[in-house]
């Protein structure tokens, strides 16, 4: 079985999907881009999360094929326009770059209770978090 399809197996058994659009757009965002030279455990996290919805993963599709098509060897192009994402974001769409590139840089994140942040939204951090723990392990 290949790390792919571990990692999807993995986060189906933890039922961290949302929903079967969830998995394919994951799915898809994996099959495509797991073997190029930029792919980590950091741009998986964020191809979980940004798979969650048809406009980030859009988003997420565009950078990808951006990249690869330029032959980038990693994710620090990807990093900076995630800063640059998060400085034009007053809604809660902040918090997720500001989680995707704490995902790129293997660094820890939290959001503090006080935040004021759609419910949604948190619920979606607080899953990918949940991810990120299962695809560290794989």
């Known amino acids: 079985m290949s790390w792919s399809d571990k990692c999807i197996a993995a986060l189906a058994e933890k039922k961290l999907f949302e929903n079967s659009g969830h998995r394919t757009r994951f799915k898809e965002l994996l099959d495509c881009y797991a073997d190029y030279p930029f792919f980590n455990r950091g741009l998986c996290k964020c191809m979980y999360l940004s798979a969650w919805d048809e406009e980030h993963f859009c988003i997420m599709l565009e950078t990808l094929m951006s990249m690869s098509l330029g032959q980038e ?38 959001l503090g209770p006080d935040v004021q942040i759609d419910p949604e939204k948190r619920y979606t951090i607080r899953q990918a978090l949940r991810a990120a723990e299962i695809i560290d392990g794989i």
């Not at 974001?89 to 590139?101: G, I, K, V």
């Not at 704490?102 to 820890?108: I, K, M, N, Q």
């Open 73 to 110: 060897r990693d994710t620090g192009d990807m990093r900076i326009q995630g800063d640059v994402l998060a400085g034009e974001e007053p809604t809660s769409d902040y918090y997720m770059y500001q989680l995707s590139n704490a995902f790129l840089d293997d660094a820890p994140f939290r």
